[in-house]
Nanobody, 123 residues
Framework: VQLQASGGGLVQAGGSLRLSCTAS????????TGWFRQAPGKEREFVAA????????WYADSVKGRFTISRDNTKITVHLQMNSLNVEDTAVYYC?????????????????WGQGTLVTVSS
């Protein structure tokens, strides 16, 4: 499975961005897909995850109410809608997928990783 993350960019504080993660090679409709982020000098941290059906959702406390994760009807693309962005959201955002259900909030729970897309929020 190959994952391609896209949609990053530069945005002012309070603005919005929509990230996308598209799978190729094999459908990941049976996988949990998650988003993580890594700011300079910090460890990679969990942001959000979605189950294959789109009904199971997980969010980090820091993004609840601002970010929304969703899966499109084809099940091969997962989106992360990010609203009310602040400078603390600046990071490289990575999407990841699980082969089977495991811990969804830690990097060790994921088997496949995309290349990352940079989100920069200016004040």
């Amino acid at each position: 499975v190959q994952l391609q993350a896209s949609g990053g960019g530069l945005v002012q504080a309070g603005g919005s961005l929509r990230l996308s993660c598209t799978a190729s090679g094999r459908t990941f409709s049976t996988y949990v897909t998650g988003w993580f982020r890594q700011a300079p000098g910090k460890e990679r941290e969990f942001v959000a995850a979605i189950g294959w059906s789109g009904t199971s959702l997980w969010y980090a406390d820091s993004v609840k109410g601002r970010f929304t994760i969703s899966r499109d009807n084809t099940k091969i693309t997962v989106h992360l809608q990010m609203n009310s962005l602040n400078v603390e959201d600046t990071a490289v955002y990575y999407c990841a997928a699980q082969k089977r259900l495991g811990v969804v909030t830690t990097t060790g729970g994921y088997d496949y990783w995309g290349q990352g897309t940079l989100v920069t929020v200016s004040s």
